[in-house]
């Protein structure tokens, strides 16, 4: 059978168009009822939901009780590109460091040009980044006529409510299972902390890290997004298949250190690169003592499919690992239906 969208584009079975599905959920649907059921030893209960972009939600227990519902939340994104640990630029710069940041301005002088004579080189290569992104946006390379066909420059802000735990949110918005985190500038040099470094030092690592990201969004306005290009899996085997009654894609994949999910303590695929991420998050004493599992337990090869309409990550199977089976299986009900704000308070019924 073709996996088709809902807009009856039929969609190729292969790794490319997966991670394009995977990045485009954000773009292919606006409002949408589904069912879960989790499956393995630490399954929780089953869940319906309705979610209308970008900030309402109502949630039941399969029974049809009610759990919760919201219909104003404010924004959960963020983006970042330069650590924030980077001090605030001093007044004069030593000569190197002035001779790289006159090199970003030079990059990015078609994007932006310092607005007054002392504006930051810093701010100066943002708002480039900003016009760089924004004409990338207006005119995205797509796959199948609706699929974002290249990686995003930084991860996308959050366009659906938190309801739970972010692995709800992942699981509507499954970003990462296409694309890993990606850094435009210089990582610092191994075993040299960013306070055991001299002023001096500080100040020329953070004129690289600017011209660094000049350099990157120099790319980024010609199209050219290869750096940001780090799969977040190895993609083994993707078919067409038939799920309730919905085309989706299924892949078998395996996760590799570039996995970045939403919420490390909840991710999509709960297994040893996740559970690496965040016990170096916590550090080892911590996870020693509230007994975090050892990453190498965990598994790195699952079963998963993406609804061909929307892109929402409808099942999820652990293949290995410390909880084979595990997972959970979304059902889509409706997509787009024009959902009353009545709906998304306590009181109202659906």
Do not use: K
Request: with cysteine.
């Amino acid at each position: 059978m073709n996996a088709r969208t809902d807009a009856g584009v039929s969609l190729e079975a292969d790794a490319a168009t997966f991670r394009a599905l995977a990045r485009s959920s954000r773009r292919l649907w606006g409002s949408v009822r589904l069912s879960v059921s989790e499956c393995g030893p630490w399954a929780g209960d089953g869940w319906r939901a309705w979610v209308r972009r970008p900030s309402a939600y109502r949630l039941e227990r399969l029974d049809g009780s009610l759990q919760d519902a919201e219909l104003d939340q404010g924004g959960t994104g963020s983006t970042a590109f330069l650590r924030g640990e980077v001090a605030d630029p001093e007044e004069h710069y030593g000569p190197e460091a002035t001779a790289l940041r006159r090199e970003a301005l030079d990059l990015v002088g078609d994007l932006a040009r310092p607005a007054t004579p002392d504006e930051d080189a810093l701010s100066v290569v943002i708002r480039a980044r900003d016009e760089a992104e924004r004409r990338l946006a207006a005119n995205p390379r797509l796959l199948a006529g609706r699929l974002l066909a290249d990686p995003p420059t930084s991860r996308p802000e959050d366009g659906v409510p938190f309801f739970v735990n972010y692995r709800r949110m992942a699981l509507l918005e499954p970003d990462e299972l296409a694309d890993g985190e990606a850094d435009p500038v210089e990582e610092l040099p191994d075993g040299v902390p960013w306070e055991s470094m001299t002023p001096q030092e500080q100040e020329l690592h953070h004129a690289r890290e600017i011209r660094d990201l000049a350099v990157a969004v120099t790319e980024t306005a010609r199209g050219d997004l290869a750096r940001w290009d780090r799969p977040a899996l190895e993609i083994a085997r993707v078919d067409r298949v038939d799920h309730h009654g919905r085309p989706a894609l299924e892949a078998v994949v395996r996760t590799t250190p570039a996995y970045s999910p939403r919420c490390s303590c909840c991710p999509l695929l709960a297994g040893r690169h996740a559970l690496a991420t965040e016990r170096d998050a916590m550090g080892e004493e911590q996870a020693r003592q509230i007994g975090w599992p050892d990453p190498a337990e965990g598994g790195v090869d699952f079963r998963v499919r993406l609804d061909a309409g929307t892109g929402i990550c409808v099942e999820v199977e652990a293949l290995d690992g410390i909880e084979p089976g595990g997972g959970f299986t979304a059902v889509v009900e409706e997509v787009d239906v024009r959902y009353p704000d009545a709906l998304f308070t306590e009181r109202s019924t659906p």
